[in-house]
């Protein structure tokens, strides 16, 4: 994911990078504090991941934009794939920093990664629920998505 944004920098003359942590919440939120972003109620079937109904049911991806756009427009911030962020994996948020940039230290080996898969139950796809990974995992339900940095 990092070698992918390195590269398509290069290529186009713009900085990409994976958002922080931080970042892929807010996004992920977009302005709700349910636990889910589009309510606090577990049977609401917005997202394709393990026994939540839908045509996929927890076997494979759906097509981007199977499912309606959060509010402000993002596809998919639940479930489908895991998403890779920028940050290093810590247990807690103490010492992390407050500007909602990247928490990276130098022997970083965890990465973290957000949203759930289709292979994850409905608890998983909370938008505060976050994840480790060694960050060299490849598995079929984990994948990215990129910001533009200014």
Known sequence: AVAY????????GKKYRLPSEAEWEYAARAGSNYSYWWTDIKSSIHANCFNCGSQWDGTSTAPV????ANRYGLFDMSGNVQEWVEDCYHNSYTGAPADGSAWL??????????????????????????????????????????????
Not at 6 to 12: A, E, H, K, P, V
């Open 5 to 12: 944004t390195r590269w398509l920098s290069r290529q186009t």
């Open 65 to 68: 934009a199977s499912f309606e």
């Open 105 to 150: 230290t130098p022997q970083c080996q965890q990465r973290v990664v957000r949203g759930g898969a289709y292979s994850s139950p409905l608890d998983s796809l909370r938008s505060a629920r976050r994840a480790q990974l060694s960050q060299d995992t490849r598995l079929d339900n984990l994948g990215f998505r990129i910001v533009r940095a200014e």
